[in-house]
T-cell receptor, first 115, second 109 residues
Framework: EAGVAQSPRYKIIEKRQSVAFWCNPISGHATLYWYQQILGQGPKLLIQFQNNGVVDDSQLPKDRFSAERLKGVDSTLKIQPAKLEDSAVYLC?????????????FGQGTRLTVV | AQRVTQPEKLLSVFKGAPVELKCNYSYSGSPELFWYVQYSRQRLQLLLRHISRESIKGFTADLNKGETSFHLKKPFAQEEDSAMYYCALRGSGTYKYIFGTGTRLKVLA
């Protein structure tokens, strides 16, 4: 089966600019996650969707980050305006969801560098 | 609060030596515990989950609810085991996935 697709793979922007990342989950996966992984750290959950509804966004810096999952399929994560500390790999993952289907499948990630 | 702790950033062992990667968690309820692995230039992928009680690539992990631990073990390390290993917790109800900070395993020839 096709895996989780993310684009772009790499992005370099200046601080205060805006940027958007795109994620296409595995077909049929109801749950979608966005993670931020700063160098040397583990993935930090930013937002979790169940279909097109937000389940958890407690760690999303809402003053600058936003995410949406229209129609419960693709998702975009936006940063506006970017700060230097936003430099990280942004990972998208999806899961079938529910009690039985627990595995999360990850995309390759988008490496963001803010200069 | 939900938390996953991996105390070791780096673990170096010689080929053929036993390996134990430590993981402790904090969660009020009955979480599911997982180990994910990231090989060089590859995406993060599932290694094993506690519910399955299976051995994958020679690795096993036992959930100890009393000590809130889920340590990953392998009796004889191989060079191809060199990778980043992340312990993860999936909460019941919301299915929120939380990851630890990761341990880099280096298996030396």
């Amino acid at each position: 089966e096709a895996g989780v697709a993310q684009s772009p793979r790499y992005k370099i922007i200046e601080k205060r600019q805006s940027v958007a990342f795109w994620c296409n989950p595995i077909s049929g996966h109801a749950t979608l996650y966005w993670y931020q992984q700063i160098l040397g750290q583990g993935p930090k959950l930013l937002i979790q969707f169940q279909n097109n509804g937000v389940v958890d966004d407690s760690q999303l810096p809402k003053d600058r980050f936003s995410a949406e999952r229209l129609k419960g399929v693709d998702s975009t994560l936006k940063i506006q305006p970017a700060k230097l500390e936003d430099s990280a790999v942004y990972l998208c993952a999806s899961s079938l969801g529910g009690i039985q289907n627990t595995e999360a499948f990850f995309g390759q990630g988008t490496r963001l560098t803010v200069v | 609060a939900q938390r996953v702790t991996q105390p070791e950033k780096l673990l170096s062992v010689f080929k053929g030596a036993p390996v134990e990667l430590k993981c402790n968690y904090s969660y009020s309820g009955s979480p599911e515990l997982f180990w994910y692995v990231q090989y060089s230039r590859q995406r993060l992928q599932l290694l094993l989950r506690h519910i399955s009680r299976e051995s994958i690539k020679g690795f096993t992990a036992d959930l100890n609810k009393g000590e809130t631990s889920f340590h990953l073990k392998k009796p004889f390390a191989q060079e191809e085991d060199s990778a980043m290993y992340y312990c993860a917790l999936r909460g019941s109800g919301t299915y929120k996935y939380i990851f630890g900070t990761g341990t880099r395993l280096k298996v030396l020839a």
